[in-house]
């Protein structure tokens, strides 16, 4: 009698098991570069947004800081500060930036759009160019 030759199916289902555990513990291995790039992409642009700022009051005769982000990238007078809106609401490498902008301060919030996937840090940077980050 010829036996025939094969794979069980418990063998099948024990190695498709294997690649799934294998699966499970390389995936967030890989995602975590992702994250910190993520994350020094997002401080880089708040200390651009800040310097921005900083530069603006300077050259400005009264001293104030922008009230708008157009001042700093399409103003009426004088040089751009920025060639990018970074906080137009845009979603640039896994983090929102939301500014608050008055005469007298400014502050950017930048926040993960999706908490612990794309960012596991709220970064916030004010007048004086002061960085503070809280877990999300």
């Known amino acids: 009698m010829m036996r025939k ?7 099948i289902m024990i ?7 294998l699966a499970a513990l390389a ?3 890989l995602l975590r570069p ?11 642009t708040l200390k651009t947004l800040s310097t921005a ?3 603006f009051a300077s050259a400005n ?7 708008a982000m157009t001042d700093l ?7 751009v500060y920025l060639n990018l809106n970074y906080a137009d609401g845009t979603v640039r490498q896994g983090y929102s930036i939301a500014p608050t902008l008055t005469a007298t301060t400014y502050q950017f919030v930048a926040t993960p759009a999706t908490c612990g996937t794309t960012g596991t840090r709220t970064f916030t ?4 160019g002061a960085l503070t980050e809280v877990n999300c």
């Open 34 to 44: 992702r994250v910190s790039a993520n994350e020094a992409a997002a401080q880089a």
């Open 125 to 128: 940077i004010m007048q004086g």
């Open 15 to 21: 190695v498709v098991a294997i690649i799934a555990l």
């Open 5 to 11: 030759k094969g794979f069980t199916l418990v063998e």
């Open 73 to 79: 990238t399409a103003p009426a007078t004088g040089p």
């Open 27 to 29: 995936i967030p291995a």
């Open 61 to 67: 005769t009264n001293g104030a800081y922008p009230t």
């Open 53 to 55: 700022c900083e530069t």
